[in-house]
């Protein structure tokens, strides 16, 4: 029971993005301020900057100021999947349902930026990830998009050492037993084995073959890759 307190404990302290001195959330300031020079690019560039973040959350924008947007006419349209409820369109905002591996009523560079935080590693198997990048390489010039890392020792959606990197049938047996991180526990090994399609963190070399124009970076915590980021820039 103390483990399974210390995996909600650890969810709680780096996974909460809404309180502004979690470890997430700092950790999300300073990993933005790439996203925050390209955007500067784009706006001395354009006049204003259009941002499509697939599969994001208001909240999450809450590290631009508002003054930011409206100085630098900043719109951006977050889509989630068909059955989410969605928030009322806003000066700076637009939400709208589509699939992020199939945005085709979306033109070819619609945008300035094609962001996208923790998304890639949700959508399915490895024909879901191409098909998902693809679209995010399409739809913007500029290309920011953040994921964990496989070879990070905390998964970071169970907060459990060691997690991801145990064989199946072994994960699949752990969220039957136990409630980790901010997951109950699965009721039925259907359940369960179907949970888990949603969770494949990626390493560097799949990140790079699924942008292969892109720069990829790491996000380090104790001298540890916790993160990759794939940051391409519009050409002059």
Known sequence: MKTINISKQLAQNIGNYDNPDSIGSKFRAKRILPLISMINKVYEKHGEVSILDIGGRKNYWSVLPEQ?????KIYITIVN??????????????????DGCNLNFFDDNS?????????????????????????VRRLAPNIYLQTPYFWFPIEPHFMCPFFHWLPRPVRISLVMRF???NHQRYKSVGEAASKLEHYRLLDR????????DADITSERFIGLTKSLTAIRYEKD
Not at 68 to 72: I, R
Not at 114 to 132: K, L, P, R, T, Y
Not at 205 to 212: A, G, H, I, T, V
């Open 68 to 72: 930011l947007l409206k100085e630098y």
């Open 81 to 98: 999947f068909p059955g989410e409820i969605l928030p009322e369109t806003e000066e700076h905002y637009k939400f709208i349902h589509g």
């Open 111 to 135: 945008f300035h930026i094609a962001h996208s935080n923790s998304v890639i590693e949700h959508v399915g198997d490895w024909q879901q990830m191409v098909s998902f990048a693809k679209e």
């Open 179 to 181: 409630a980790l991180g």
């Open 205 to 212: 070399k799949m990140l790079q073959y699924l942008f292969p």
